[in-house]
């Protein structure tokens, strides 16, 4: 006889596993006894009842499942287990930290980096809108500039209907700026602008006082950020003050905007009303000026929705017929969104887009070898852990629990690197932001981008460390790693960390490869001649059309210590560029080729100590009477000798005509990155706008002291400034610099990793050849033969991994060296030095490991088997 | 602070297992305090306090041989353990120091 069966399907469905038995057996026995005394009606009842009764809490099973009872306790084991183990190998578990940290802490700053570059001008509403006009300069050759003549903006609002707004801009550094306040006279040198009222409905730099509609509409007036108001004002409402620029332009300010955001190349903090251009640049605020370009002037228009640009482009084309029918250069105006300003170095961009890539590259690449390092070091150790692994797996511990312990193992020290990484990033971001000019911030809290970079980037290194050691623990077989009797085959194949060095040592090859070819390429550009003399010059800017000029020449060459003065529009080499078009002789057309202008008076070769070649020095005059020409404009011509240009007129953009007198010598007009260009020397008195002063070094302080009282004596107003010339030069490098010390420092990082997975390699074949060196010294081997074992290992290991980074190391910067047209040569010898550079690594590595390995007593390692 | 928790229910149930002592399991246990005390016991309640008093350690249990008349489901028997029994003697002491404290002149008070 037996109970009824719902009841009882329903007892063992809802009551938990651990009880179901025992009360099951004892409702059995109560059925029994019942049916004995009661019959089964009555025993049928009770055992519903009985049944019934049970289901409560306590009795009914949970509902996840009894299994998960017992997980918390495992989890908490894996925690212990990792703990001990770091606490067991201290200098195993700090090299991983420290490798994993090295690494995470580049793939953070360099996230920051990018993402901080990215972020360019992208907060302001309908961004995708936003368009600058450049243009395209079609000669013999396309030049690219980033702006358009001086009226376009104008004509473009007038005469089309594509744009919701146009707005001019002119920027100019290194103005004046005159406060009065309480009777006192401040002056500061400050960057300005001029900007239509428009420019402020284009971009989004939100006022804090004032009324949007009315700014910069009136002449003479101005807005100024809060940092600025606060400069020059103070506590005081700068609503209503006055700015004086240059000594002579008042203006009144009558907004305040808000401080500008990090993250935008507008970084101008004084605006001035476009309608007062007239009195600073007559010919930049004619209507006339479509002659020239100049790269203050930028325009920038905020299109319709729906308007295709190119149908823009194509209907601007007719400026190019109206204004300049007969030019030589030709125009095309194009329309560069927004979002590539930031990035195209055609057009004044900052920072390329390749840069951005190949930075990022850099930190995936430093991250994937910090994660190589890991499993190197890892695997390495694996054998300490096969007991541990042969007593899990007799207990009933399943291979996928094994994979998870050892990746949550990993998951922890990539957190401990994680958080030590953001420290260290957090520490040295001031450093690189002063280094780098940028305005980088690493907050978690605030940037949820960066928040979730950090938790991706936690859960790939650990994938990508944590994976395979893994696999390769929880592979063990229980009966062979109990007994300990583990071979290398099962600890990780021998080939695959090989795999792994190789890789990690390529990466670092071509980096260090990177670095040697650009340390040579900057100190090319140092200890390269100019052609011109760029030592204790100093360079003075001053206003043009300076009637006191020549005062100040006479006066300054009578301060003992001073060399030679020449008043000129610039020195030899300079940011500063004037380009124009000649005609030669009695030739009908322009010539096809634009020629660079110096304005320059007698003085300037001596000071510069250029060389003629032929002919003689230019007269002292004040207007344009005669030329000096470089070497490069007879080629340009097709002209054999000096002699042929000499005596004949050339004349300059229909305006200037006089015989050339004299050829000088080439010299680097720009920076190294461009040709020697066609270049002539003339005494244009009107653009002078710098004063070289040749000084002697020896007494240099004093010699300064006194300029600067001649210089306060007749510019009372002006503050003294001045820039020796090469710094000036230097200066054109600073992009290069900086990235020859970023490469320097992410070259290092890789090496150290890699060395520190170096460590890891020798230790393991230590520890696994220990018997066999053993047997070697037993039986005769001497300690070099024996640690040639380990020798010719290392050796094949860089050879290989030398042999992948050679030809993509030369590739690359070959690449990069075409951005120069002056260069050194990648040599044989730059590899030479290269590979000694990694041979000395891995010889200080690799060394000390093995010779301990070697020279231990054999006694030690062949006593127990 | 309460030292030992224990239920009235769950003391009985302790008593009875202690009595039992080595043949204290489930229908045991029920029958032993539905016939000292003449009081009805459902499985589920002492089952419930059974799972409760083993959760809190003052019982232990073991399996025993699986039996016919249970078709085939083994007995589980419980014993109590060292801290079992400090609870039912803490128990024990409270209960008699409450008593001792009934003051003499008051010999007729009535429990009802």
Same mark, same amino acid.
């Given at each position: 006889m037996s109970p009824p069966q719902l009841p009882l399907r329903f007892f063992r469905w809802f009551c938990h596993p651990k009880l179901r038995d025992s009360i099951e057996g004892d409702l059995m026995e109560l059925y029994k006894e019942r049916l004995i005394k009661n019959g089964k009606l009555k025993a049928d009842a009770h055992f519903i009842k009985d049944v019934l009764l049970l289901f409560r809490p306590g009795i009914i099973r949970p509902t996840e499942g009894y299994?998960?009872?017992?997980s918390y306790g495992m989890y908490k084991n894996y925690f212990i287990t990792a703990w001990r183990n770091v606490i067991r190998k201290k200098s195993s578990a700090a090299i991983n930290v420290f490798g994993l940290t090295l690494g995470i802490s580049c793939a953070l700053i360099i996230f920051a980096l990018v993402n901080y570059h990215l972020s360019f001008?992208?907060?302001?509403?309908?961004a995708d809108r936003i368009y600058r006009f450049v243009t395209e300069e079609h000669r013999d050759e396309v030049e690219y500039d980033a702006s358009v003549p001086p009226p376009f903006g104008k004509f473009f609002r007038e005469d089309? $209907?594509?744009?919701?707004q146009v707005a001019r801009l002119y920027t100019g550094d290194n103005e004046l700026i005159t406060i009065e306040r309480i009777g006192e006279k401040n002056k500061f040198n400050e960057t300005i602008a001029f900007a239509e009222p428009d420019f402020f409905k284009i971009f989004?730099?939100?006022?804090? $006082?004032?009324?949007p509609e009315t700014i910069? !509409?009136?002449?003479?007036t101005a807005i100024i950020t809060k940092k600025m108001a606060a400069k020059y004002f103070?506590?005081?409402?700068? *609503?209503?003050k006055v700015i004086r620029l240059n000594s002579k332009i008042d203006f009144t300010v009558s907004g305040v905007l808000q401080d500008l955001p !990090?993250?935008?190349? *507008?970084?101008?903090?004084i605006y001035f009303s476009y309608s007062t251009m007239k009195q600073y640049n007559e010919w930049a605020a004619s209507?006339?000026?479509?002659?020239g370009i100049t790269s203050s002037i930028k325009t920038y228009t905020k299109l319709k929705p729906g308007v295709n640009p190119t149908d823009v482009e194509q209907a601007v084309d007719e400026y190019v017929k109206r204004f300049?029918?007969?030019?030589?250069?030709v125009h095309h105006y194009k329309l560069q969104p927004l979002n590539d300003v930031h990035f195209n170095a055609r057009y004044e961009? !900052?920072?390329s887009k390749t840069t951005i890539w190949i930075l990022s590259l850099v930190g995936v690449l430093l991250v994937l070898t910090a994660s190589l390092n890991f499993i190197n070091l890892t695997t390495a150790q694996a054998i300490n852990r096969s007991k541990e692994v042969g007593v899990r797996k007799s207990l009933g511990g399943a291979r996928g629990q094994l994979f998870w312990q050892f990746t949550i193992e990993t998951g922890l020290v990539v957190l401990v690197a994680t958080v030590l990484a953001l420290a260290f990033s957090y520490a040295i971001l001031p450093q690189l932001n002063s280094f780098l000019n940028t305005n980088i911030s690493i907050n978690l809290f605030t940037d949820t981008r960066l928040l979730l970079f950090v938790l991706a980037l936690i859960v790939v290194v650990t994938g990508l460390s944590g994976a395979y050691p893994g696999i390769v623990l929880s592979g063990f077989k229980p009966v062979l790693a109990l007994k300990g009797k583990l071979s290398g085959k099962q600890t990780g194949s021998f080939n695959i960390r090989r795999a792994l060095i190789v890789t990690q040592f390529s990466i670092s090859q071509i980096l260090l490869l990177g670095l040697i070819v650009m340390f040579f390429q900057m100190r090319y550009f140092s200890k390269?001649?100019?052609?011109f003399d760029t030592d204790a010059i100093i360079m003075m800017p001053v206003g043009s059309n300076d009637e006191k000029l020549k005062t100040v020449k006479s006066q300054l060459l009578?301060?003992?210590?001073?060399?030679n003065v020449s008043l000129c529009f610039?020195?030899?080499?300079?940011d500063n560029h004037w380009t124009t078009s000649i005609k030669f002789d009695d030739r009908a057309e322009t010539e096809p080729f634009s020629i660079s202008h110096k304005g320059a008076d007698e003085d300037y070769l001596s000071t510069f100590s250029l060389e003629i070649i032929a002919g003689r020095n230019l007269t002292p005059s004040?207007?344009?009477?005669e030329f000096l020409v470089n070497e490069n404009l007879l080629s340009q011509l097709n002209l054999a000798s000096p002699e042929e240009i000499l005596g004949k007129n050339i004349t300059v953009n229909g305006s200037w005509k006089g015989p050339v007198v004299g050829v000088v010598k080439d010299f680097?007009?720009?920076?190294?990155?461009a040709d020697i260009k066609p270049v002539f020397l003339t005494t244009?008195?009107?653009?002078y706008n710098s004063i070289a002063v040749k000084i002697n070094m020896r007494n240099a302080n004093e010699t300064l002291t006194s300029i600067e009282k001649v210089w306060s004596g007749m510019y009372p107003d002006l503050i003294y400034k001045y820039d020796f010339l090469d710094d000036q030069i230097a200066s054109f490098y600073q992009t290069e610099q900086q990235m020859v010390s970023i490469v320097y420092i992410f070259a290092s990082i890789a090496l150290i990793i890699g060395a520190l997975g170096l460590y890891g390699l020798v230790s393991f074949m230590a520890v696994q050849k220990t018997k066999e060196i053993g047997i070697r010294k037993v039986l005769g081997g001497d300690v070099v033969q024996i640690l040639w074992i380990f020798g010719k290992e290392f050796t094949a290991l860089v050879v290989v991994a030398f042999l992948i980074a050679a030809p993509v190391g030369w590739l690359v910067m070959t690449e990069w060296l075409s951005n120069y047209a002056f260069k050194v040569d990648i040599s044989l010898w730059m590899f030479a030095l290269e590979l000694f550079i990694i041979a000395l690594v891995v010889l200080v590595t690799v060394g000390y490991r093995s010779l301990k390995a070697v020279v231990a007593n054999p006694v030690e390692s062949l006593r127990s088997e | 602070m309460k030292k030992y928790q224990l239920g009235e229910f769950e003391e009985i149930v302790m008593l009875t297992i202690a009595i039992l002592y080595?043949?204290?399991y489930g229908v045991a246990i029920k029958n032993e305090i539905e016939s000292r005390l003449k009081r009805n016991v459902s499985m589920g309640a002492m089952h419930t306090a059974l799972v409760r008093l083993e959760d809190k350690g003052y019982i232990r249990s073991h399996d025993g041989e699986p039996t016919e008349e249970r078709m085939g489901r083994p007995k589980k028997y419980f014993q109590v353990t060292a801290l079992g029994k400090r609870a039912m003697e803490y128990s024990r002491e409270t209960r008699n120091a409450l008593w001792g404290a009934i003051p003499d002149v008051s010999p007729n008070v009535k429990f009802s």
């Amino acid at each position: 006889m037996s109970p009824p069966q719902l009841p009882l399907r329903f007892f063992r469905w809802f009551c938990h596993p651990k009880l179901r038995d025992s009360i099951e057996g004892d409702l059995m026995e109560l059925y029994k006894e019942r049916l004995i005394k009661n019959g089964k009606l009555k025993a049928d009842a009770h055992f519903i009842k009985d049944v019934l009764l049970l289901f409560r809490p306590g009795i009914i099973r949970p509902t996840e499942g009894y299994q998960n009872l017992n997980s918390y306790g495992m989890y908490k084991n894996y925690f212990i287990t990792a703990w001990r183990n770091v606490i067991r190998k201290k200098s195993s578990a700090a090299i991983n930290v420290f490798g994993l940290t090295l690494g995470i802490s580049c793939a953070l700053i360099i996230f920051a980096l990018v993402n901080y570059h990215l972020s360019f001008d992208n907060f302001h509403t309908d961004a995708d809108r936003i368009y600058r006009f450049v243009t395209e300069e079609h000669r013999d050759e396309v030049e690219y500039d980033a702006s358009v003549p001086p009226p376009f903006g104008k004509f473009f609002r007038e005469d089309y $209907t594509f744009s919701d707004q146009v707005a001019r801009l002119y920027t100019g550094d290194n103005e004046l700026i005159t406060i009065e306040r309480i009777g006192e006279k401040n002056k500061f040198n400050e960057t300005i602008a001029f900007a239509e009222p428009d420019f402020f409905k284009i971009f989004n730099f939100p006022l804090s $006082t004032g009324n949007p509609e009315t700014i910069l !509409v009136e002449p003479n007036t101005a807005i100024i950020t809060k940092k600025m108001a606060a400069k020059y004002f103070g506590d005081e409402s700068a *609503i209503g003050k006055v700015i004086r620029l240059n000594s002579k332009i008042d203006f009144t300010v009558s907004g305040v905007l808000q401080d500008l955001p !990090v993250n935008s190349d *507008i970084q101008t903090e004084i605006y001035f009303s476009y309608s007062t251009m007239k009195q600073y640049n007559e010919w930049a605020a004619s209507d006339d000026a479509w002659g020239g370009i100049t790269s203050s002037i930028k325009t920038y228009t905020k299109l319709k929705p729906g308007v295709n640009p190119t149908d823009v482009e194509q209907a601007v084309d007719e400026y190019v017929k109206r204004f300049r029918p007969k030019s030589k250069n030709v125009h095309h105006y194009k329309l560069q969104p927004l979002n590539d300003v930031h990035f195209n170095a055609r057009y004044e961009g !900052v920072m390329s887009k390749t840069t951005i890539w190949i930075l990022s590259l850099v930190g995936v690449l430093l991250v994937l070898t910090a994660s190589l390092n890991f499993i190197n070091l890892t695997t390495a150790q694996a054998i300490n852990r096969s007991k541990e692994v042969g007593v899990r797996k007799s207990l009933g511990g399943a291979r996928g629990q094994l994979f998870w312990q050892f990746t949550i193992e990993t998951g922890l020290v990539v957190l401990v690197a994680t958080v030590l990484a953001l420290a260290f990033s957090y520490a040295i971001l001031p450093q690189l932001n002063s280094f780098l000019n940028t305005n980088i911030s690493i907050n978690l809290f605030t940037d949820t981008r960066l928040l979730l970079f950090v938790l991706a980037l936690i859960v790939v290194v650990t994938g990508l460390s944590g994976a395979y050691p893994g696999i390769v623990l929880s592979g063990f077989k229980p009966v062979l790693a109990l007994k300990g009797k583990l071979s290398g085959k099962q600890t990780g194949s021998f080939n695959i960390r090989r795999a792994l060095i190789v890789t990690q040592f390529s990466i670092s090859q071509i980096l260090l490869l990177g670095l040697i070819v650009m340390f040579f390429q900057m100190r090319y550009f140092s200890k390269t001649d100019m052609g011109f003399d760029t030592d204790a010059i100093i360079m003075m800017p001053v206003g043009s059309n300076d009637e006191k000029l020549k005062t100040v020449k006479s006066q300054l060459l009578q301060v003992p210590g001073v060399e030679n003065v020449s008043l000129c529009f610039g020195a030899p080499a300079s940011d500063n560029h004037w380009t124009t078009s000649i005609k030669f002789d009695d030739r009908a057309e322009t010539e096809p080729f634009s020629i660079s202008h110096k304005g320059a008076d007698e003085d300037y070769l001596s000071t510069f100590s250029l060389e003629i070649i032929a002919g003689r020095n230019l007269t002292p005059s004040d207007t344009v009477r005669e030329f000096l020409v470089n070497e490069n404009l007879l080629s340009q011509l097709n002209l054999a000798s000096p002699e042929e240009i000499l005596g004949k007129n050339i004349t300059v953009n229909g305006s200037w005509k006089g015989p050339v007198v004299g050829v000088v010598k080439d010299f680097h007009e720009q920076s190294f990155h461009a040709d020697i260009k066609p270049v002539f020397l003339t005494t244009s008195g009107n653009t002078y706008n710098s004063i070289a002063v040749k000084i002697n070094m020896r007494n240099a302080n004093e010699t300064l002291t006194s300029i600067e009282k001649v210089w306060s004596g007749m510019y009372p107003d002006l503050i003294y400034k001045y820039d020796f010339l090469d710094d000036q030069i230097a200066s054109f490098y600073q992009t290069e610099q900086q990235m020859v010390s970023i490469v320097y420092i992410f070259a290092s990082i890789a090496l150290i990793i890699g060395a520190l997975g170096l460590y890891g390699l020798v230790s393991f074949m230590a520890v696994q050849k220990t018997k066999e060196i053993g047997i070697r010294k037993v039986l005769g081997g001497d300690v070099v033969q024996i640690l040639w074992i380990f020798g010719k290992e290392f050796t094949a290991l860089v050879v290989v991994a030398f042999l992948i980074a050679a030809p993509v190391g030369w590739l690359v910067m070959t690449e990069w060296l075409s951005n120069y047209a002056f260069k050194v040569d990648i040599s044989l010898w730059m590899f030479a030095l290269e590979l000694f550079i990694i041979a000395l690594v891995v010889l200080v590595t690799v060394g000390y490991r093995s010779l301990k390995a070697v020279v231990a007593n054999p006694v030690e390692s062949l006593r127990s088997e | 602070m309460k030292k030992y928790q224990l239920g009235e229910f769950e003391e009985i149930v302790m008593l009875t297992i202690a009595i039992l002592y080595k043949e204290a399991y489930g229908v045991a246990i029920k029958n032993e305090i539905e016939s000292r005390l003449k009081r009805n016991v459902s499985m589920g309640a002492m089952h419930t306090a059974l799972v409760r008093l083993e959760d809190k350690g003052y019982i232990r249990s073991h399996d025993g041989e699986p039996t016919e008349e249970r078709m085939g489901r083994p007995k589980k028997y419980f014993q109590v353990t060292a801290l079992g029994k400090r609870a039912m003697e803490y128990s024990r002491e409270t209960r008699n120091a409450l008593w001792g404290a009934i003051p003499d002149v008051s010999p007729n008070v009535k429990f009802s």
